[in-house]
């Protein structure tokens, strides 16, 4: 049975670091591309980073030179590691584990970024 779990969020003040973690089992995931997404109150689900297999990665415009994406492979695992957050970073941040024939999507966890 395949599991996804993050972990990592939390309150922060604007300006501060969080870093999120996405474990994953069940699976041999080290070919499937990862990402983390959000979805803030009234509003889409956005890709926020993803990275593929070979390491290549991709950043929303929004979080370029702030947050950075990492893979461990051999732990199944994908972090966010998130800088110089801003209020408008509060989301609940999801990740997901995805090639051409299945996506796996974790329940997400609480980013509050507030004085």
């Known amino acids: 049975q395949v599991q996804v779990v993050e972990s990592g969020g939390g309150l922060v003040q604007p300006g501060g670091s969080l870093r999120l973690s996405c474990a994953a089992s069940g699976r041999d995931f080290s070919s499937f591309t990862m990402g983390w997404y959000r979805q803030a109150p009234g509003k889409q689900r956005e890709l926020v980073a993803d990275i593929g297999s070979s390491g290549f990665t991709n950043y929303a415009d929004s979080v370029k030179g702030r947050f950075t994406i990492s893979r461990d492979n051999a732990k199944i695992t994908v972090y966010l590691q998130m800088n110089g957050l801003k209020s408008e970073d509060t989301a609940v941040y999801y990740c997901?584990?995805?090639?051409?024939?299945?996506?796996?999507w974790g329940h997400g966890t609480q980013v509050t970024v507030s004085s």
């Open positions: 997901n584990y995805r090639n051409p024939v299945y996506l796996y």
